[in-house]
Structure formats: C-alpha cells, structure tokens
C-alpha cells in the first residue's frame, strides 16, 4: 500500500491565482481531511469528509474548497491565493469505528507571492 | 471546545538522557488523546494513543506516556533518548462521539537530541 499521497510537494503561486493539490489513499478509508500546519501554531483542520460525496468544514476553512467523488481522492483547492495561505498542508484519512488513527500524507509546502 | 498546550516549544537533552514532554488539555466533554512524531520534512507518525483503560500508555520507539485525568494531562516520556529521536512532537485530542473525526493539536515541542 502507498497509504496517503500528496502531491505536488513543493508549490509556489502568485497572489490571486487557484490551484488544486491532490490527495489519494489506497486503505478504503472513509474519513479524510486536510489541516494546514503553522510555525507555532501545530495543524490546523480546514476540510473533512466522511465519505464519498460527504465533506463539512473545519477550524480554518475560508477560501478553500473540497469535494469528495471517491473513497480514494480528496483534493483541496485554493480558489484566489492570499499570501496569508503560505503553509504546509497535511491530507489524512481514517477508518471509521473504533481505530482512531489517522495516516498523514508527506504533505504539500505552498508558498504564495 | 477543546484546546490543547505544549509549554516548552523546545527542548534540549543529550544523547541518553531521559526527556519527558508536557500535554495539557482543556476540555467540556471526554477525550481521546495522542501523541504524533514529524520527523524533517516528513508527514506525521503516531507515536501512542489512550482511548481507556490503564492510564500508562506505551508507544513506538520506547515512547510511554501516562493520561492524568485529575490534572487534565498527558505527558510523554523516555528513559533514554537516542539522536534519531531529534524531532516535533505534537499532542493532540478528539472529543468522543465527534463525528468529524476532527483533531485539535497542540502548537508542538521540538526535541533536539545532542551528542
């Protein structure tokens, strides 16, 4: 198993543009999300979904989008870029029940200009 | 709400040493609690998780800790540590029956092990 994927890792935008970055998982997990991750702040949760066609809000979520089409893919887009996005950005998925651990991504470095 | 805090943001030991790392919580309701691993330029790892039962929990990498409910924390500890323990770790919590899964971290602890 790849377990999560992110991809790209490193990215570097210019102030008002989009991208997406990509997240996949090989385990059937139903839960996955995302969190960005702050110098001082440990990580933050801006997205989740509890399965397939299912996604709510976190903590930080303003000017991020989800969806969720399949159980594998969860991709997070910035729909205008603020510098105020420059982060690291974690995915993680779950199984559902009584697991309780969540599987982290290597994560994607975003820097936003 | 929950919050969680890590007071010492970093922490020098020598090769060796012990090394004991502070969690404390605040929450309305019951918990599940956790300690993550980051090593440089990597995702996060779990290191231990206490869901219930006994208080003392035991992780990888000769990592323990022990859930004091009284005192609202969940300090990590390891009698001796080695330079490939050099990392951040992070304590985080999940309030029961949450549906969202969601974890509430804290702000981190950078372990710096030296020779």
């Known amino acids: 198993n790849a377990g999560v994927t992110q991809t790209p890792k490193f990215q570097v935008l210019k102030t008002g543009q989009s991208m997406t970055l990509q997240c996949a998982q090989d385990?059937?997990?139903?839960?996955m999300s995302w969190y960005r991750q702050d110098p001082g702040m440990g990580l933050r949760l801006i997205h989740y979904?509890?399965?397939?066609?299912?996604?709510d809000q976190g903590e930080v979520p303003n000017g991020y989008n989800v969806s969720r089409s399949t159980t594998e893919d969860f991709p997070l887009r910035l729909l205008s870029a603020a510098p105020s996005q420059t982060s690291v950005y974690f995915c993680?998925?779950?199984?559902?029940?009584?697991?309780?651990?969540?599987?982290f991504g290597p994560g994607t470095r975003l820097t936003v200009t | 709400a929950q919050s969680v805090t890590q007071l010492d943001s970093q922490v020098p030991v020598f090769e060796e040493a012990p090394v004991e790392l502070r969690c404390n919580y605040s929450?309305?309701?019951?918990?599940?609690l956790f300690w993550y691993v980051q090593y440089p330029n990597q995702g996060l790892q779990l290191l231990l998780k206490?869901?219930?039962?006994?208080?003392l929990v035991k992780g990888i990498n000769g990592f323990e800790a022990e859930f004091n409910k009284s005192q609202t924390s969940f300090h990590l500890r390891k009698p001796s540590v080695h330079i490939s323990d050099t990392a951040e770790y992070f304590c985080?919590?999940?309030?029961?029956?949450?549906?969202?899964?969601?974890?509430?971290f804290g702000s981190g602890t950078r372990l710096l092990v030296r020779p």
């Open positions: 993680a998925s779950r199984q559902g029940g009584t697991s309780h651990e969540q599987y």
């Open positions: 385990m059937n997990h139903e839960y």
């Open positions: 979904s509890v399965g397939a066609g299912i996604t």
């Open positions: 929450s309305s309701v019951s918990v599940y």
């Open positions: 206490y869901l219930s039962g006994s208080t």
């Open positions: 985080a919590v999940t309030p029961l029956m949450d549906s969202s899964y969601k974890l509430i």
